[in-house]
């Protein structure tokens, strides 16, 4: 069995709490994303976006289908078949509900007509050089583009052709033709090329030069504008980054402070990038050209599963939110000595700061080790803090396999009982006394108002907590779900909690995700016949407010089960649709106090029969 930490004995938790009233935000659905995976598994778990990227976008070019490898194979002119070109990626994802990001090129540079097949157009063919460390055993005439480990200069025309920003409005418009636009329900956004501070290595082959603030901020501007002219309903993403170093500085400047920031205000490259997004808006009459602000999130650990590397994996999560985290890797104080990275507080604050009302988005992130339980605790525990911080979009690079424990962790958050029961979507203040042992996260469900709340034991050993609710009215048990090591191959049932004035006190086994849900109370409604004859009969309703607090509204519905219709209604406003009917409130009888009841009446043509009653509260 994997687990993600070695086991110890039980011990009492930390106190969780959670309280209803406080910190509501709604959690955006796009936090849900994921850059391909199984198509069963993606419907599962309702994904909501789909991240068309990657290095081998940066060349692509829609009107031969073909693209370029870059570094990571061989720098090859690969045409891809229907399925994998953007037209058939746009399509599936389209067809299944699913919301497309759509890479255009920002480079400069596109994949020219070529073969489709052995042997390939190639960036350092060995036709013109023939020494290379080392070459494509399927296509030996393709090499890696480096001789004694040092880069060889390349011709950009050997694969490619010059495209510039009105290649990408081409592109754009091509979309939506064959789509629509975005708010006709084409590709809602558009991605500006991926992660263009390594394209000095990633694809040297066109692009050996550094990138620096100008040359982003330049392509990205103009792009934007071609991209906006196209479809001025579409939004835009940018710059996504790989990661720390191109969040803070140019390819020019390294991974920190240097010449080309001093030139820039000293600001770093994201808050630069933000801000002459802006300037470029106000320039020209404040129409918004970027509308996510987006980079890459790798942790920066191995993926191994060893214990020190599963016990780093948990603690990493807290570089997405927390400023008191150190940095454990090369970016803390054993590296480049960079402060606490807080990142999506930290992006917010520059998004505030240099162009208020851009929407934050990771379209990259992995933590690795989504085949152990030590993967879906992290993998959980970053769902649960997306939600929390406010992220509005987010796809995950590497997508775990169906079966994978980190395939679990979604399944938590999106169809934790097989029937597609879902976390809630407007997060609650949810706090725990050690995060670091069990992280808790808390969200309510507008369709029916239940609180879910999350919690992961990143611990080897079970843990007893008390759970404290505020500002809750609950039906009195709180239903679990567990998914841990103890069974790797579902999420598991268990028997319900009680709940006791606001208090729910549970287990939580050891390496494991723990979903409790906690049903809104209500109202209910009963039924009195008065009188029944032949022709007709008239009934009283009951409705009872069953919650501790009072409520403002109250619906009761209920379907004939023959021929019957009402004829007459007091002290309700009531409407049939056939055999349907719904009686709501009539606005002053709406208010009902805790434990409290009102009346309606009615009078309808034919026998009594038995109805079911549904009552519902309406805010």
Not at 95 to 122: E, M, Y
Not at 176 to 203: K, S
Not at 297 to 307: C, H, N, T, V
Request: aromatic content about 10%.
């Amino acid at each position: 069995m994997l687990t993600g930490q070695p086991a110890t004995a039980a011990a009492a938790g930390p106190a969780l709490s959670v309280d209803v009233s406080a910190a509501r935000h709604a959690i955006s659905a796009g936090i849900y994303g994921l850059n391909g995976g199984d198509r069963a598994f993606n419907a599962e778990i309702g994904q909501s976006v789909a991240r068309w990227g990657g290095n081998a976008t940066s060349r692509y070019n829609f009107k031969n289908h073909t693209y370029n490898t870059g570094s990571d194979w061989y720098f090859e002119n690969i045409v891809a078949d229907e399925e994998h070109s953007v037209e058939g990626q746009v399509r599936s994802n389209l067809d299944r509900g699913i919301k497309p990001v759509v890479t255009v090129p920002l480079i400069g540079w596109v994949a020219k007509d070529s073969p489709s097949s052995h042997p390939f157009t190639c960036g350092y063919p060995a036709t013109r050089f023939p020494q290379q460390d080392r070459f494509d055993e399927w296509d030996p005439n393709c090499g890696n583009g480096q001789l004694d480990q040092k880069n060889l200069t390349g011709v950009p025309a050997d694969t490619s052709i010059e495209a510039g920003p009105a290649f990408a409005g081409e592109m754009v418009s091509h979309l939506v033709d064959r789509f629509g636009t975005a708010a006709q329900g084409g590709v809602p956004i558009y991605e500006l090329d991926n992660e263009p501070v390594l394209w000095a290595h990633t694809h040297r082959d066109v692009h050996p030069g550094l990138v620096g603030y100008d040359e982003l901020g330049g392509k990205g501007t103009a792009t934007a504008a071609a991209i906006k002219a196209a479809d001025p309903s579409a939004a835009v993403l940018g710059p996504s980054g790989w990661g720390y170093c191109e969040w803070v500085a140019s390819g020019v400047d390294g991974c920190g402070p240097g010449a080309d920031a001093a030139a820039h205000g000293g600001l770093t490259l994201s808050e630069w990038y933000l801000k002459n997004m802006k300037d470029y808006s106000d320039a020209h009459g404040g129409k918004r050209y970027l509308d996510y602000f987006d980079q890459h999130f790798y942790p920066q650990i191995s993926g191994d599963k060893d214990p020190k590397t599963n016990a780093l994996r948990l603690r990493s999560t807290r570089s997405l939110w927390d400023p008191t985290y150190v940095e454990e890797t090369w970016i803390g104080p054993g590296g480049v000595n960079a402060p606490p990275l807080q990142y999506i507080r930290k992006a917010k604050s520059w998004i505030d700061k240099y162009n208020p009302g851009t929407k934050t988005a990771i379209t990259e992130y992995n933590w690795g080790a989504l085949d152990d339980i030590n993967g879906a605790l992290a993998q959980a525990d970053v769902l649960g803090i997306f939600g929390r911080e406010g992220l509005d979009l987010a796809t995950m690079w590497g997508e775990p396999k169906p079966a994978d424990p980190g395939a679990y962790a979604f399944r938590m958050y999106r169809n934790y009982d097989g029937a597609g029961g879902r976390f809630g979507d407007v997060s609650v203040s949810a706090t725990a006394a050690d995060q670091d042992q069990l992280a808790v996260y808390a969200a309510q469900r507008s369709a029916d108002k239940a609180l879910t709340v999350m919690v992961v034991n990143k611990t080897g050993g079970d843990l007893t907590s008390p759970l404290s609710v505020a500002g809750f009215d609950g039906a009195g048990a709180a239903q679990r779900f567990t998914y841990g090591a103890a069974n790797l191959g579902a999420i598991t049932r268990g028997a319900d909690l009680p709940v006791s004035n606001g208090r729910v006190d549970a287990t939580y086994p050891a390496n494991s995700i723990t979903l409790l849900v906690l049903p809104a109370a209500g109202c209910s409604a009963s039924l009195q016949v008065n009188g029944d004859w032949d022709t007709g009969h008239n009934a009283t309703v009951t409705v009872t407010n069953d919650r501790h607090t009072a409520m403002t509204g109250w619906q009761v519905s209920w379907t004939w089960p023959g021929d019957q219709r009402v004829t007459t209604a007091w002290n309700t406003t009531l409407k049939q649709n056939g055999a349907g009917v719904v009686a709501a409130d009539a606005g002053w009888n709406g208010s009902i106090g805790a434990g409290g009841r009102t009346t309606f009446g009615f009078q309808a043509n034919g026998r009594a029969a038995p109805l079911t009653l549904t009552c519902t509260r309406r805010e």
